[in-house]
């Protein structure tokens, strides 16, 4: 991709404290989690911060926001961004997530705030915003991938997965997405999760403006007008999924078909 798509003015580090730029999905991602003053959430993989930022902005930093990942330039650049925007409720940390889950820790006390790992049913809402293959981004002249290391990333996803299911309260809201259109890591991941964990069930998305899932990797026909994906279009054509769900509206059409994410 050489020119942009649309006639958005480059901010030129204008207005670093008050606007984070992200794509069409990562602020989907966000508000479909719907975060509320007050509660405990979990971001488990949350750098660089634009979704912590995102959410933390929509909890009206009142609550406690627990942002994790693995690796000390990552929670640098987490830790960078929190405190351009003044956020006092997100808590960073340096931790695996997979291992986020420590059935015999004690109670979690929001108020006061404590490293991982926590005890089960610890939050209200968890944001799984896993690594992934990153086949999505753009724009990206080449890719540089494996396949080994494209085949790995559906095992790690999970055990992420599964770390999260028993962190997530009874009732709670557990958001799952990435940045790659490779189905494995998504449709297929949804199937597994909804096959290996009967208390989870799908829910609708608000917003939604992307497509329904890709069939032919284990989610129902229903289920996939509920999941929610961004491009490429040639997918949605090429697999007919006008007739497994309706498009969006002619509002967000051109957006859905330019970004891409799951």
Request: glycine share 4%; with cysteine; charged share 20%.
């Amino acid at each position: 991709m050489v020119d942009p798509v649309y006639a958005a003015p480059s901010l030129n580090a204008e207005l670093s404290d008050v606007v984070f730029t992200q794509n069409l999905p990562s602020i989907v991602a966000s508000h479909v989690l719907d975060p509320q003053p007050g509660e405990t959430i979990l971001d488990m993989c949350a750098s660089p911060g634009g979704k912590t930022t995102h959410i933390a902005t929509l909890m009206r930093d009142k609550g406690c926001l627990i942002a994790l990942d693995k690796t000390a330039p990552k929670l640098f650049k987490l830790k960078q961004n929190v405190e351009r925007f003044r956020l006092s409720l997100v808590h960073c940390f340096i931790f695996d997530s997979t291992k986020a889950l420590d059935k015999s820790a004690k109670e979690f006390v929001p108020l006061i705030p404590t490293p991982p790992p926590y005890p089960p049913e610890s939050f209200d809402r968890i944001l799984l915003d896993a690594p992934c293959s990153a086949l999505g981004q753009r724009p990206q002249p080449m890719c540089s991938i494996s396949l080994t290391e494209l085949m790995s990333y559906p095992a790690y996803q999970r055990s992420l997965f599964e770390q999260a299911v028993g962190l997530l309260r009874p009732g709670g809201t557990l958001v799952y997405s990435t940045c790659s259109f490779n189905p494995e890591e998504n449709e297929a991941q949804v199937a597994w999760a909804l096959k290996s964990f009967p208390q989870l069930h799908l829910s609708n998305q608000v917003p939604f403006v992307g497509f329904p899932g890709l069939p032919g990797y284990g989610v129902a026909a229903e289920q996939l007008r509920i999941v929610q994906r961004f491009g490429p279009i040639q997918f949605c054509e090429l697999l007919d999924l006008q007739q497994a769900a309706p498009s969006p509206t002619n509002e967000y059409d051109a957006l859905a078909k330019d970004t891409i994410a799951f």
